[in-house]
Nanobody, 116 residues
Framework: QVQLVESGGGLVQPGGSLRLSCVIS????????MGWFRQAPGLQRELVAA???????EYADSVKGRFTIDRDNAKNTVHLQMNSLKPEDTAVYFC??????????WGQGTQVTVSS
C-alpha cells in the first residue's frame, strides 16, 4: 500500500501564498508520477500540477506562472508552491501518486481558502 499525507492548507488573502506538502510512504517502488489535484464545491476534480517521468511537469492553464511543483526524493515529499492566489483557487487540494500503467493513490485532501 501507499500512503499520502498532505499539509499546508489554510486561509489566505488574495495575492498571498501557500506551500502544500505531501509525504509519500509505503510501497512506492515503480511510482513514476506525482501531482496535485483540486476539487471545488459542485465541480469535478481537476489536475493542478504533476511531475511526470523524465523530469516533465504539467500545469493547468489557470495556474501557470503562479504555481510550482517540486519534489524532494530524499524525503519522499512533493510540494506545491502557490503564489498570487485568487479566490477561484479555493478548493480541497489532493495529493496523488500513480504508476503509469497501474494503481493511483490519493491523500485525504487539504482545504485551501482564498478570501479577504
Amino acid at each position: 500500500q501507499v500512503q499520502l499525507v498532505e499539509s499546508g492548507g489554510g486561509l489566505v488573502q488574495p495575492g498571498g501564498s501557500l506551500r502544500l506538502s505531501c509525504v509519500i510512504s509505503g510501497s512506492i517502488s515503480g511510482i513514476e508520477n506525482m501531482g496535485w489535484f483540486r476539487q471545488a464545491p459542485g465541480l469535478q476534480r481537476e489536475l493542478v500540477a504533476a511531475m511526470l517521468p523524465e523530469g516533465r511537469t504539467e500545469y493547468a492553464d489557470s495556474v501557470k506562472g503562479r504555481f510550482t511543483i517540486d519534489r524532494d526524493n530524499a524525503k519522499n515529499t512533493v510540494h506545491l508552491q502557490m503564489n498570487s492566489l485568487k479566490p477561484e483557487d479555493t478548493a480541497v487540494y489532493f495529493c496523488s501518486a500513480w504508476r503509469t500503467f497501474g494503481s493511483r493513490y490519493w491523500g485525504q485532501g487539504t482545504q485551501v481558502t482564498v478570501s479577504s
